[in-house]
């Protein structure tokens, strides 16, 4: 399984950008868990995420209201909607999914997407 991420890119303060993050084949028994991002000389972060029954979301505290995660299971990908993007948004953005066989959870990461925000 590969998850491979687009939309990223140089934006100014106040703008918006979708970012996508597609897996390369159906998301039977593959669950999106949310977005990451990490920035120069921090640890990476969860930014927004499912819930573990995937019937709610969960947003870290500087993004909620700005963010929105979304999925599209027919297309087999997961979004994140950034709007009123701020400076300190900018980051590497990853996507991360969950496979459980047999009981054993395999996790999956894609490539990451620059995301840059200017003041």
């Known amino acids: 399984v590969q998850l491979v991420e687009s939309g990223g890119g140089l934006v100014q303060a106040g703008g918006s950008l979708r970012l996508s993050c597609a897996a390369s084949r159906s998301t039977f028994n593959i669950n999106p868990m949310g977005w990451y991002r990490q920035a120069p000389g921090k640890q990476r972060e969860l930014v927004a995420g499912?819930?573990?029954?995937?019937?709610?979301?969960e947003y870290t505290d500087s993004v909620k209201g700005r963010f929105t995660i979304s999925r599209d299971n027919a297309k087999n990908t997961m979004y994140l909607q950034m709007n009123s993007l701020k400076p300190e948004d900018t980051a590497v953005y990853y996507c991360?999914?969950?496979?459980?066989?047999?009981?054993?959870?395999?996790?999956?990461w894609g490539q990451g997407t620059q995301v840059t925000v200017s003041s």
């Open positions: 991360k999914a969950v496979s459980i066989v047999f009981g054993i959870p395999y996790y999956y």
């Open positions: 499912f819930t573990t029954s995937g019937g709610t979301t």
